[in-house]
């Protein structure tokens, strides 16, 4: 069975800086897909970044970029320029390729300092 | 818009009194599944459903039914509530193609239910 763990239950950083959210997991397939998701006070679960394993390139989306290491079993998501709004719980996701179980990790609570 | 809906958005109800959470998605998604968040645990699949009458359980499917019978709805039952199942609910669906080729693999959630049992 998949399992993702987030080392950091919280963090907090400075408006405008840099900060990476940790996240590592476990299994034994060769394909499949990594998410974060960040779920604000509104609780609505928005995707944030996606990376499939079989690609070498690591996946940005504007200011936030991920570090996948496939042989470490390791995906942390990297916001830069951090603004108030990215202030929220993110999530660290494992999808076995085409469907089935979606494991999250127990989140990271991020909050933005202005 | 393409959206997925959940109803009710909230629900306080008491131990054994059978309940009926909805999920409806307009996006003619294959996959569509259900999740529980609680505190320090993240989200837990509790059922997943690949197409239509095919449904199979997640990692929490004890005290849970569903059932797929249209291709937009994804019901989920709690024949006997009991006070472990206080929580807060999300449905999700996506598209993953055809024949497993073409989709993007990325769920879509909707707001959430937060069911509480006395």
């Known amino acids: 069975a998949q399992t993702v763990t987030q080392s950091q239950p919280e963090m907090s950083v400075q408006e405008a800086e840099t900060v990476t959210l940790s996240c590592t997991y476990d299994?034994?397939?060769?394909?499949?897909?990594l998410f974060w998701y960040k779920q604000p006070p509104s609780r609505q679960m928005i995707l944030v970044i996606r990376?499939?394993?079989?690609?070498?390139q690591n996946a940005t989306e504007n200011r936030f970029s991920v570090n996948f290491q496939k042989a470490a079993k390791s995906f942390s998501l990297k916001i830069s320029d951090s603004q108030l709004g990215d202030t929220a719980m993110y999530f660290c996701?494992?999808?076995?390729?085409?469907?089935?179980?979606?494991?999250f990790g127990p989140g990271t609570r991020l909050s933005v300092l202005p | 818009e393409a959206q997925v809906t959940q109803n009710p958005r909230y629900l306080i109800t008491v131990t054994g009194k059978k309940l009926t959470v909805t999920c409806s998605q307009n996006?003619?998604?294959?996959?569509m599944s259900w999740y529980r968040q609680d505190p320090g645990l993240g989200l837990r699949q509790i059922y997943y459903?690949?197409?239509?009458?095919?449904?199979d359980k997640g990692d929490v499917p004890e005290g849970y039914k569903v059932s797929r019978k249209e291709k937009r709805n994804f019901p989920l039952i709690l024949e006997s509530p009991s006070p472990n199942q206080t929580s807060l609910y999300f449905c999700?669906?996506?598209?993953?193609?055809?024949?497993?080729?073409?989709?993007?693999?990325?769920?879509?959630f909707g707001p959430g239910t937060r069911l509480t049992v006395l």
């Open positions: 459903s690949m197409n239509v009458e095919v449904t």
């Open positions: 990376q499939e394993a079989y690609k070498q």
């Open positions: 999700a669906s996506t598209w993953v193609g055809l024949a497993g080729v073409g989709g993007t693999d990325t769920q879509y």
């Open positions: 299994t034994s397939e060769n394909n499949y897909y």
């Open positions: 996006m003619n998604h294959e996959y």
């Open positions: 996701a494992f999808m076995k390729m085409r469907g089935q179980n979606f494991v």
